[in-house]
């Protein structure tokens, strides 16, 4: 009778552990995600933090029936390898674009770092996933809020609007700006045109096409300049990170 190599077995209780914490690791991650509202929440950091686990798992020691038979050579890589790149198409479901603004990116990220630590729980790397773990927390609950409090005064503002040819329409756009104390550090003027995605224009009116690169240390006088601008008759449509605003045609 053959006996499996001990490196290709694991007890039950070493299983279970591993997988208790993988979902421990990867809910710890997720519970930042899903208190910030994030597309990729709690149970969604758990599960693909578990299943890399169990994938990781399955790769180690589910053939291990296998080892001394003629010809069977394991590589336990082999599966955990097929995680990292599909977990890439679940990443890109967080990733969320509107114009010029990207959303999702930090959560695509995490969720790929959470099946990093799943497929380092499964193979009994525990302290890379601990620390790993650790510094991952540190940088969505620390850094974010060091990151709103020190670098937002130098945090550029990206927005665009489409707006009708009018004289004197450039200063009606810049003056709001400026009564909110708000920096212009880029402008870029284009024709609009029927083919333009943020065009509304259905008759004759030229159209001008802006896009400003804007410095605010306040976020409420950058909505309220967005607001007033929003309010001008000449514009017909503003796209900016959590704002967004389109003319009824009537």
Known sequence: MTTVSSVWQISHLDLIVRMVLAVVLGGLIGLERELNNHAAGFRTHILVCLGSATIMLLSEYGFSDFVNEPNVRIDPSRLAAQVVSGIGFLGAGAILRNGSVIKGLTTAASVWLVAAIGLSVGAGFITGALVCTFLVLISLYLLNKWEKHFLRHRRTHEIEIMINEHPGFLSLVTSRFGEQGIQVTNL?????????PLSGNTGNTPMMHLCFSLRCPKHEKLLA?????????IVVRMEAANFIFHKKVA
Not at 188 to 195: I, N, R, V, W, Y
């Open 188 to 196: 870029k003027m284009m024709p609009g045109s029927e083919s333009s």
């Open 225 to 233: 300049a967005y607001e007033q601008i929003a309010a001008l008759d």
